[in-house]
């Protein structure tokens, strides 16, 4: 970040604000991530660099997302949407509606999360993205897992706890799979 900020390379200094982000979410620091983020989409958003920018609100909404400011993640993980389908990008749009679909599942808005999700679904196989479409997959049937099962107990303790359903996406994974599968 130093030497892109004393060379005046805006990109360079996005792209390292943007991996600091990325960082800084991983470690759990949100405040930091956050300020990582949003420096990096105003000059992203200087460089008319659509993309970026998108990918920047992506990683903003999955910070909001993390800290439960459902409102935040939501407009983050909209505002990208809308700039990934102004560019043709596919994987971006499946991306941040699977964003979305968790923002929405997490604040039981079942409805919402399920179209969400679906549309992720119908996405991912046209651009050949197994993981994505397996994401996709384990939010649709984690949904009508909890609509069909009357577990409502059982599930709320599983959602509340995201490194748990992440550390066993595998089984999820195959849940959602045989489930749409399953006649309707």
């Known amino acids: 970040k130093e030497i892109s900020t004393r060379i005046d390379d805006d990109p360079g200094q996005a792209n390292a604000l943007h991996g600091l982000g990325d960082v800084y979410r991983l470690q759990s620091r949100y405040t930091e991530a956050e300020q990582s983020y949003i420096r990096a989409k ?6 008319n660099d659509a993309e970026s920018r998108a990918s920047a609100l992506n990683g903003l909404g999955d910070v909001y997302r993390l800290q439960s ?3 935040e993640a939501e407009r983050s993980y909209t505002r990208a949407k809308k700039l990934y389908a102004g560019i043709n990008d596919d994987e971006g749009q499946a991306r941040v509606l699977n964003g979305l679909g968790d923002v929405y599942r997490l604040q039981s808005k079942y409805t919402q999360a399920e179209q969400s999700f679906t549309r992720a679904q119908e996405i991912y196989p046209r651009i050949g993205h197994d993981e994505g479409r397996a994401n996709g997959l384990r939010g649709v049937g984690y949904l009508r897992w909890k609509r069909t099962s009357g577990a409502d107990d059982k599930v709320a303790d599983m959602s509340e706890d995201e490194d748990s359903v992440a550390d066993d996406d595998s ?5 959602a799979e045989s489930i749409h599968s399953t006649p309707h």
Do not use: E, H, L, M
């Not at 105003?42 to 460089?47: E, Q, S, V």
């Not at 089984?171 to 849940?175: D, L, M």
């Open 69 to 71: 400011k459902y409102t």
């Open 171 to 175: 089984s999820w994974a195959s849940t």
């Open 42 to 47: 105003i000059i992203y958003a200087d460089w």
